[in-house]
């Protein structure tokens, strides 16, 4: 078990370009997550995943969002003509959905900076 | 949303207990309650879980009331690595957790 890994650790990019991240769930974990934080602030939840099946998604995930977990193994987090409001971490957890409900683990994060 | 209240801040001399607070009123019967905790520039970490009787893992303990309307999280002996923000939360079906601004715990060396 190598934990959950996201990729890159560190964005810079210019308002309007696309940018996309990775996070790799720990293996075997069917459910896979993604949430947003700002600075002095909770993480916030954008969308959920059960194998390949995108099951739910925040009104926060606005259509310049979008996420993709293709074969139910890694994910993909897209953001489409960014903006400077979108310069947060953006958190990647998986969990195995057995059991007692629902511990979740968290990746290191994606810090996106939009100039 | 499956609010939690919790102190701001708390502050502890370091090698003494610690008890974080949290309400969760709108706490349901099938609901677990979850404690994160988050260094800087990391993701939150996995401290404990439990539904309605206390807890206790190498970590921390848990401690939740006979309602279930509040909970404490108990560093029986806290460290300088202790020091994070803590996040209570609460959940029925593990799919979203709703993450408020938690505690930031100081521990004074």
């Known amino acids: 078990d190598t934990g959950v890994s996201q990729d890159p650790r560190h964005k810079i990019t210019k308002r309007g370009q696309n940018v996309t991240f990775r996070c790799d769930p720990i293996s075997e974990h069917n459910r896979l997550y993604w949430y947003r934080q700002t600075l002095g602030q909770g993480p916030e939840f954008l969308t959920y995943f059960q194998n390949e099946a995108q099951l739910e998604k925040s009104r926060l995930l606005s259509d310049r969002f979008s996420a993709e977990r293709p074969k139910g193994s890694f994910s993909t987090l897209e953001i489409q003509r960014t903006e400077q409001g979108d310069s947060a971490m953006y958190l990647c957890?998986?969990?195995?959905?057995?059991?007692?409900?629902?511990?979740?683990?968290f990746g290191p994060g994606t810090r996106l900076l939009v100039l | 949303d499956a609010k939690t209240t919790q102190p701001n801040s708390m502050e502890s001399n370091e090698e003494e207990p610690v008890h974080l607070p949290c309400n969760h009123s709108t706490i349901s019967g099938t609901d677990y309650i979850h404690w994160y905790r988050q260094l800087p520039s990391q993701g939150p970490e996995y401290v404990i879980h439990?539904?309605?009787s206390n807890v206790n893992n190498r970590m921390a303990s848990l401690a939740i009331a006979e309602d279930r309307k509040s909970s404490t999280l108990i560093l029986h002996r806290a460290t300088l690595r202790d020091a994070a923000v803590y996040y209570c939360i609460h959940s029925n079906t593990g799919n979203q957790f709703y993450f408020g601004t938690g505690t930031s715990l100081t521990v004074i060396p």
């Open positions: 439990g539904l309605t």
């Open positions: 957890a998986s969990s195995s959905g057995q059991g007692t409900f629902g511990t979740q683990y």
